[in-house]
């Protein structure tokens, strides 16, 4: 590919909302980065769209030299993981993939299905030694700080161990992103009481208290506590993890359309809105989803980020800037010594 201190990312810039011309935006405002410019990009796709998008966009000056993976087929948004498998197996997103099961990329970027990556990404490229299940991670923004919360989906049905391994990808994703060395790991509950919770989280909290040496857990935390910025990585499984994400996006609308309607009740507030514009400029700036739009597959062999379909240019610049620290921080070797050991520490406390 190139030298050790590079990382090459396949995109896969076929099934973004916004079309192949966004994604292409979003690569070249990316690569004007001093953070990216080193860094090489294959793009996955129809070769015809990809060479019109980066003519429309005037990018020949940042991409002249990119290489262009032809892909004839396209996995849309209602197809089913197991269809896609079988009969497109020539499409950008399992394309992109397989470059970097075959070693041609250090990752991989989509806007894409998000089922049909995790089982494209599953299959193909299969688990880190130790680690049963994979997990998706996302990064929520709060006035001051952002805490990662793994699982949001890929394993509704999660076992304890599962979610001591979604402690450990968690807490070094955390690390990658935000360069945090130790970051503070909290297990969600329904209390921080010993005992209280479902069996399955209070198997979960016996086993990580095992971890402490390795992982900064700090025990159960309740729902209250997520935007009291006291910790860093919040662990559940993958469902109510999803339902939680889910909520979380679903109240920021309400307030959001809330506080306008009531802005608009009357020309006094609507002055005082006029001049806290600059106020409201920096909450936007601060939550802004683009600032996090990448969310990572964690736990298989190799780097798979997912997208917001709908992303921006703004938000596919963000994700793939993401691959590119992922990529290099999995070749470290650390997060494959770290889940050994503690499984080691786990599998001799269950023996004893």
């Not at 011309?21 to 004007?32: D, E, H, L, N, P």
């Not at 001591?164 to 690390?175: Q, R």
Request: hydrophobic content about 40%; proline content about 3%; some cysteine.
């Amino acid at each position: 590919m190139n030298n050790s201190s590079d990382v090459t990312i396949a995109v896969d810039v076929m099934g973004a909302d916004n079309g192949t011309v966004a994604f292409i935006a979003g690569i070249v405002q990316a690569m004007k980065r001093a953070s990216c410019a080193a860094h090489q990009v294959k793009l996955v796709g129809d070769r015809d769209q990809i060479q019109s998008a980066i003519s429309k966009q005037k990018a020949d000056k940042w991409l002249c030299d990119v290489e262009i993976v032809h892909a004839d087929q396209e996995i849309s948004m209602t197809d089913k993981p197991m269809f896609a498998l079988k009969n497109k197996k020539n499409s950008s997103m399992f394309r992109a993939i397989e470059l970097v099961k075959d070693g041609q990329a250090d990752g991989m970027l989509s806007c894409g299905n998000t089922g049909c990556l995790m089982a494209g990404g599953t299959l193909k490229l299969r688990t880190m030694p130790g680690i049963d299940r994979p997990a998706l991670c996302t990064m929520i923004p709060s006035p001051n700080h952002q805490f990662a919360l793994i699982d949001v989906g890929a394993n509704p049905s999660s076992t304890a161990i599962n979610l001591v391994h979604n402690a450990i990808l968690g807490a070094h994703y955390y690390t990658t992103v935000m360069g945090v060395k130790y970051p503070r790991v909290g297990l969600l509950s329904i209390g921080t009481e010993e005992g209280k919770g479902s069996d399955l989280t209070c198997e979960a909290h016996r086993l990580l208290k095992l971890c402490q040496g390795d992982i900064n857990y700090l025990g159960p935390i309740e729902g209250f506590q997520l935007f009291e910025e006291n910790i860093d990585v919040v662990v559940c499984d993958g469902f109510v993890g999803n339902i939680l994400l889910k909520s979380i996006e679903s109240m920021a609308k309400t307030v959001k359309h809330y506080i306008k309607r009531q802005i608009m009740k009357n020309p006094l507030r609507i002055l005082g809105a006029i001049l806290a514009q600059g106020a409201f400029r920096d909450i936007k700036r601060q939550l802004n989803p683009d600032r996090f739009s990448g969310a990572p597959f964690l736990g298989l062999n190799g780097v798979v980020i997912k997208s917001h379909g709908s992303s921006t240019a703004d938000g596919i610049s963000s994700a793939l800037e993401l691959a590119i620290k992922s990529a290099h921080a999995s070749k470290d070797g650390a997060l494959s010594s770290l889940i050994e050991r503690i499984n080691i520490t786990i599998n001799q406390a269950q023996t004893e």
